[in-house]
């Protein structure tokens, strides 16, 4: 069977193959502690739960509209009011199977073969992929730790073509749990208010997840006059430890939510009814559990930072929000494995040592376009991340400098 090129060349999930790799592990008998995967650990709140039950008892599962119920759309729209000052109608709103969906569907409606996204990076290695998919170019906006990993006014404008249709803004960001302030966006809507061509897609799905004393400021609302041309994506995956029920949503103007339905209708058509009754649940339910959550995870990365901060060579300096840390292991690299004489070139062979030698699953930072960083995931609890520190500050310090001559064993084997 022929394969398309455009998806023989799709990269595999960093994430996904370090995962199915801690599995394959601890399936063997090994003590894996896997930081890979950026998912909440908490189980989903039982009230969201008792309505996904009633939703099945009272025969809540057949089709539904393409891209989301009517009683889902108006309580997006109630959230998007109470949560993020963001005014509009049912008719703005797309409903899919998760938000990496609802941004696949809308670069597919509105992307014509060549045309480039803008992706700052470090990025979700997804958005790549995406475009590229979608018929697009993606075009790599370098952002750099000096500046919190945020796209700089002057990078987008350099990055700026006749061709450039979008420009994707993930704020918390994954990986690094940037944050992007009112006067940061408005500074690129500066940029971009001579290129009326470009839209904005606005990712906000760890936004419940900020850990600063200013709120996340939703482009929408820190930008006046971009309506027009921004879209919005969100989700209940993160902000309700939902991430199996996948209901993600989007909102934008009417022609491209017209647009994103003609292309649902053909793929998936609507998202799980069930999961969609419990989105309801969730979004005008009690929101206490979202507070409660969001402090764990707080108090966790605080834990985190402290204790790679011990380790020398390496680096963790905690950014606004999101579900993990990124760290700095550059001085780390260049270190020789005792107990095999090789040396660390980059991240993925730091993360693959890790594994191997501390038992820890973390994704090396390349696959974020972010070379000699990792990201560690938080999605375990306070006792599991501190023994998770402590396996790779132990297996830091077992590394030797690189002009260190290799355990006499191995050197007699040349």
């Known amino acids: 069977m022929h394969i398309a090129a455009k998806v023989s060349n799709i990269k595999p999930s960093a994430t996904v193959a370090l995962s199915a790799q801690a599995r394959a592990l601890k399936a063997e008998g090994r003590d894996v502690i896997n930081l890979a995967a950026g998912e909440p650990d908490f189980d989903t709140p039982d009230h969201i739960k008792v309505a996904a039950i009633r939703a099945i008892e009272r025969g809540d599962t057949k089709y539904t509209s393409v891209d989301g119920t009517d009683v889902l759309k108006r309580a997006i729209v109630e959230k998007l009011r109470r949560d993020n000052g963001i005014e509009c109608s049912v008719r703005q709103i797309s409903v899919g199977s998760g938000a990496s969906q609802i941004v696949f569907s809308a670069l597919c409606a509105s992307l014509e073969p060549g045309d480039q996204v803008i992706v700052p990076a470090p990025y979700w290695p997804t958005y790549l992929e995406m475009v590229t998919l979608a018929g697009g170019a993606p075009v790599i906006a370098p952002c750099d730790a000096k500046h919190g990993f945020k796209l700089q006014p002057e990078t987008l404008r350099n990055c700026l073509t006749e061709r450039t249709r979008w420009l994707i803004i993930n704020s918390p960001n994954n990986p690094t749990g940037a944050v992007y302030s009112a006067h940061e966006l408005r500074a690129l809507a500066d ?80 998202p799980c009814s069930i999961s969609q009754a419990a989105a309801v649940e969730a979004l005008v339910g009690p929101q206490d559990c979202v507070g409660a959550m969001r402090s764990a995870f707080a108090a966790r990365r605080q834990l985190v930072a402290g204790r790679l901060n011990l380790i020398e060579g390496v680096e963790c300096r905690p950014l606004g929000g999101g579900l993990s840390v990124f760290v700095d292991f550059t001085g780390v690299l260049g270190r020789r494995i005792a107990a095999g004489g090789s040396v660390i070139n980059d991240d993925v062979e730091l993360a693959s040592y890790l594994l191997e030698y501390a038992n820890v699953a973390i994704v090396p930072g390349t696959a974020f376009g972010a070379p000699g960083f990792v990201r560690m995931a938080l999605g375990g609890s306070d006792a599991l991340l501190e023994e998770a520190c402590k396996r790779i500050e132990a297996a830091c310090d077992e590394l030797l400098d690189a002009a260190a001559s290799p355990p006499r064993a191995l050197a007699a084997l040349g």
């Open 191 to 270: 940029v971009l208010s001579g290129y009326p061509d470009v839209n904005v897609m606005s990712d906000e799905v760890y936004e419940s997840l900020n850990y600063e004393a200013e709120p996340c400021r939703s482009f929408a609302v820190a930008v006046n006059g971009f309506a027009h041309r921004l879209f919005t994506v969100n989700g209940v995956s993160k902000t309700y430890a939902m991430t199996g029920w996948r209901i993600g949503f989007g909102c934008g103007p009417e022609d491209l939510i017209v647009a994103m339905a003609a292309v649902q209708s053909k793929c998936t058509t609507n």
